[in-house]
Structures are given as C-alpha cells and as structure tokens.
C-alpha cells in the first residue's frame, strides 16, 4: 500500500510563514503528480497548488506570488511553501498524489489533512 503522512502545519500570525510536507511511502513505482488541497469549515475542497513529474506547476489565483510547491523525488516528498499567509488561507490542508504502484495500478491517494490557522 502507499501512504501520504503531512506534516507542518500549526498557527501562524499573519504575514507569517508556514512550511507543509508530504511524504510519500510505500510500493510506489512512479509518481506522476502531487498536489496540495485545502478545506476551510463549511466550504468545498480546493485545489491549492499542483506540480507535475515535469516540474511544472500550477496555482489557485488567491495564493500565486505567496505560496511555491516542490518536490524531492528521491524522498518522494513534497512541500508546500506558505509566505505572507492571510486570515483566508485558514484551512485543513490535504497532500495527494496520483502514482504508479510496484504492481502497476495507477491510483489517487490522500493524506490526513493537517490544519493551517492564521490569526493574531
């Protein structure tokens, strides 16, 4: 099985900065694209920020400028990169990875959410 374990999450002020992790384990063979996703009380999931297995990225328009995803493929980790963090960007804050397992099955997995809260 695969597993996507977050961590970095916590409360910041805002203008401040968070660093989120994700890290993939497990019988994976490729990873074809990672992503981060965020839930705020009472709203729908949204994409936040998505990186492909070329490096190319794409962002919500509300964090462009403020947020970088990477990744480390030889940790099969990726981050989430969090600037100028506003009362807005409060959230659960999910990983996902569309991968390739040892056995060939192409799936879509979650982590566990870790929570991001902006406040003074």
């Known amino acids: 099985q695969v597993q996507l374990v977050e961590s970095g999450g916590g409360l910041v002020q805002p203008g401040g900065s968070l660093r989120l992790s994700c890290a993939a384990s497990?019988?994976?063979?490729?990873?074809?694209?990672m992503g981060w996703y965020r839930q705020a009380p009472g709203e729908q999931r949204e994409l936040v920020a998505r990186?492909?297995?070329?490096?190319?990225?794409n962002y919500e328009d509300s964090v462009k400028g403020r947020f970088t995803i990477s990744r480390d493929d030889r940790k099969n980790t990726f981050y989430l990169q969090m600037n100028s963090l506003k009362p807005e960007d409060t959230a659960v804050y999910f990983c996902n990875a569309f991968l390739m397992m040892v056995s060939t099955e192409k799936r879509i997995f979650w982590g566990q959410g870790t929570q991001v809260t902006v406040s003074a």
């Open positions: 497990g019988s994976i063979a490729s990873i074809y694209a």
């Open positions: 990186i492909l297995s070329d490096g190319s990225t």
